[in-house]
């Protein structure tokens, strides 16, 4: 019973001690085919500090990830961090190291997944262990070993992933002026050719503006695919931000006509109370020659 009684009572003081916060996306979009109202993803974290060296978070994620469409629910980060001297530990089911200073040069995830996200060169968050460390005033380097089947699986063979980055810079253009440079590289043995990834990537705000860039080759399997996505904007006011994004997918390069272009163009509004509405269009084209695709979008963020 006292056992019982002092587990009750670190629990309780964990999450009296923790912050809970979430965001939503919404959006409505008008195609050919379709259109409605979608509710695309949520997020519901909560993390705080046990002392000045250890710290945690959980986040769940509410998504439409199954062929029949339904919201399921995946948890999505249960980790451990762990500072040192020497450096910062992650423990558990962590976020990976593979996307996130792109998407943040992006700086729009409620509107479109970073490049490598979606275009699935790597998964958001793995079961693992990862390090850390700061050297200089400006380079940041991380490694991940991680299982390397994403959060949604358990270890399905006797393989891992390895993930390397490096970042000179501000690693959060979206929040503050700077610039960065970096490199991500990630190998995963199989039974055949180990699948790599390589990410170089770049990016600048200052003056309202904000503009990245990033370079993604994919070797799996025999076969090789590449990314480029370059992106731009521009805050008119405090509360009005146009942005563009192009990416060009080669899904194999050995081939002529196996590629695709996706642009993204629109507006983002910021209001009161942490929403943000953004009218945007996109427009997909295909090198084999089929159709292109538009569609007409406006995207809802709220966080909490």
Known sequence: MKRILLLVSITGFMFAEGKIGGVTYFDYSNTEETTEFNL???YFGYGGEVSDQVSYKILFDVGRYDSDTRLTTYL???????NSSFG??????????TYNIQEKNWGYRFIEKSAIDKNK??????????????LLDNLNLSLLFVNGEGFKKPQGDKYHKIAFNATYG?????????????V?????????????????????????????GEFDMQSKGGSESNIISVSANYSLRDNIDFFARYDIFDVDTSSDNDGENYLVTGVVLTCDGGISVAPNLRITSYENGSESETE??????FKF
């Open 40 to 42: 695309k993803r949520q």
């Open 76 to 82: 999505k980060k249960a980790q451990i961090n762990y």
């Open 88 to 97: 910062k530990f992650n423990f558990g089911l962590i976020g990976m190291n």
């Open 121 to 134: 060169f790597s998964s958001t968050a793995d079961i693992g262990i990862g390090f850390s460390k700061s």
């Open 170 to 182: 501000e690693g959060n253009l979206n929040k503050n002026d700077g610039y960065n440079a970096g």
């Open 184 to 212: 991500v590289f990630t190998t995963e043995s199989t039974d055949a050719d180990p699948t790599t990834m390589t990410s170089v990537f770049g990016g600048f705000a200052g003056m309202g503006l904000r503009i990245g």
């Open 296 to 301: 007409y979008k406006v995207n809802f963020q």
